[in-house]
């Protein structure tokens, strides 16, 4: 019986690649919650095509049956892009951290939003640089005092949600990867939706952020219903003090359209570059 024609579970999804994150990283509760949602959608792991750039975030990809790609430190958007755009029939699910998405990815980031391309990204957000040995991020909290930034930071911290918003995205949610069933669900609703989702996961770094294991009693169910009216949104999250859960915005917007599959054999590539 093949994978389409029986019922799937997490277990499907789960490669033989043990995760070598440290203990107590969010990024663990992320990666069971992805294993769930592809089980709950069912969609076959030979479907599924994971993009990662550089980061602990990024070595995700390894650990599930999908096929994935891991690449370089910020590119994960546009290669997924390009992917997504000419294989439409793959569920393309880009996976990424805080630096690589917001910092070296920053200009991708804001140009996925607004071509509004079908696919997800999911963003592990520990307001630090684990990989590197714990500098400042994009979205690190203004003064914090770390091993690598004694002075502390001088930068107000990003507000990704509310960027994404106003570039175009047209799903844009906060989850928390200490709830990876509510996650999933989460996963679940932003896989099916017709345009680019956007799912930043409060992910904590206890080795770096060892106070961010209290983020457990600081995250929040902030919005019952998501906001269509641009504006309202926005503004909604710029007031938002970075903790609080739930789809903040969902609203349909142009997007990219995808290649027809006419033109996404070789020989019609082919004939296309001899006229």
């Known amino acids: 019986m093949n994978a389409a024609a029986r019922v799937l579970t997490a277990k499907d999804y789960k490669s033989a690649h043990t995760p070598i994150w440290c203990p107590g990283c969010g990024d663990f509760g992320v990666l069971a919650a992805l294993e769930r949602g592809l089980a709950a959608l069912g969609t076959p792991p030979d479907q599924v095509a994971i993009v990662s750039g550089i980061g602990c975030s990024s070595r995700l990809p390894a650990y599930t049956t999908a096929y994935g790609f891991h690449g370089v430190h910020g590119r994960a958007l546009p290669l997924a892009t390009g992917l997504k755009l000419s294989r439409p029939d793959l569920e393309v699910i880009v996976v990424s951290g805080d630096g690589d998405a917001y910092s070296i990815g920053g200009n991708h980031f804001l140009h996925a939003c607004r071509r509004n391309v079908d696919l997800l990204c999911i963003v592990m957000d520990n307001h630090v640089y684990g990989m590197t040995k714990g500098q400042p991020s994009p979205t690190t909290e203004l003064g914090w005092h770390g091993s690598l930034a004694t002075a502390g930071t001088d930068v107000r911290p990003l507000n990704p949600l509310a960027l994404a918003i106003a570039a175009g995205a047209s799903y844009v949610a906060r989850g928390f990867s200490g709830d990876p069933n509510g996650l999933a669900k989460m996963i679940v609703e932003a ?25 457990k009693d ?11 009216d641009i504006p309202a949104a926005a503004r909604a999250l710029l007031e938002d003090d970075g903790f609080g859960l739930g789809v903040w915005f969902k609203g349909e917007r142009m997007h990219a359209r995808a290649a027809s599959r006419a033109r996404t054999t070789l020989a019609a590539i082919e004939q296309e570059f001899a006229r």
């Open 218 to 228: 600081q995250v929040y169910r902030a919005v019952q219903q998501p906001f269509a």
């Open 191 to 215: 896989v099916q939706w017709p345009g680019f989702a956007l799912i930043e996961v409060l992910s904590p770094c206890v080795t770096y952020r060892p106070e961010q294991a209290q983020w």
